[in-house]
């Protein structure tokens, strides 16, 4: 079963608007979890690491003031799209890591499709 | 900084036979680990292989396996008895040490045909 929770999976926004998304770990403490990027028959597209209890680390190009990453507890993380337009319509996904073993790999939520209006 | 390189954007395969989908990456770490991960049209990321770099021998899953070439920095899937259900995107992936994000290759979009 689904070990990572992803909400909502659609959302329609109005442009000037904010959006939040959130990440749930299941049954797992997640200190580490990871949000990417997908446009529209494309790769994914690492945006940031969130870290529980710290700031997160944003790859280089993504504006931390738009794309705002709040990881308050180990089951959570949300992603706030502020002040969305309309090219920030787009999919975006959460992932953590899943497991004590090293080689686990990142399992991923089912992706949110932001559409700006 | 590590790169994954997927040469097919897209590829085709007669329900039943076999498709290998290629990957090369480029790092300087020794230990590693890599992943194929599925993308159907729902867009849901499922694992469908795993291989770490330090083990010589290919992973296996059923009916998909992998060709790992550590020298040749060369990770290829090999999908047998090709089903309808396996028509989607798949990414190679490569991850540094657990707790670090995955990069992804560009994708290759496999189409079983009947």
């Known amino acids: 079963g689904a070990v990572v929770s992803q909400h909502p999976s659609r959302v329609i926004c109005k442009s000037g608007t904010s959006v939040k998304i959130e990440c749930r770990s299941l049954d797992f403490q997640a200190t580490t979890m990871f949000w990417y990027r997908q446009f529209p028959k494309q790769s994914l597209m690492l945006m940031a690491t969130?870290?529980?209890?710290?700031?997160?680390?944003?790859e280089q190009g993504v504006e931390k003031d738009k794309f705002l990453i709040n990881h308050a507890s180990l089951t959570l993380s949300t992603l706030t799209v502020t002040s969305a337009h309309p090219e920030d319509s787009s999919f975006y996904i959460c992932?953590?890591?899943?497991?004590?073993?090293?080689?686990?790999?990142?399992?991923f939520g089912n992706g949110t499709r932001l559409t700006v209006t | 900084a590590q790169t994954v390189t997927q040469s097919q954007p897209e590829m085709s395969v007669q329900e039943a036979e076999t498709v290998t989908l290629s990957c090369t990456y480029d790092t300087s770490e020794n230990n590693y680990y890599l992943f194929w991960y599925k993308q159907p049209p729902s867009r849901q990321m499922i694992l469908v292989i795993r291989?770490?770099?330090?083990?010589?021998q290919n992973a296996t899953e059923n009916r998909f396996s992998v060709n790992f070439q550590k020298a040749a920095k060369s990770f290829s899937l090999k999908i047998s008895d090709s089903q309808l259900g396996d028509t989607a995107m798949y990414f190679c992936a490569f991850m540094k040490l657990r707790y670090t994000p995955l990069v992804f290759g560009k994708g290759t979009r496999l189409s079983v045909i009947a």
């Open positions: 969130s870290n529980e209890g710290s700031k997160a680390t944003y």
């Open positions: 291989q770490e770099a330090y083990k010589q």
């Open positions: 992932s953590a890591s899943y497991g004590r073993a090293n080689n686990s790999p990142l399992h």
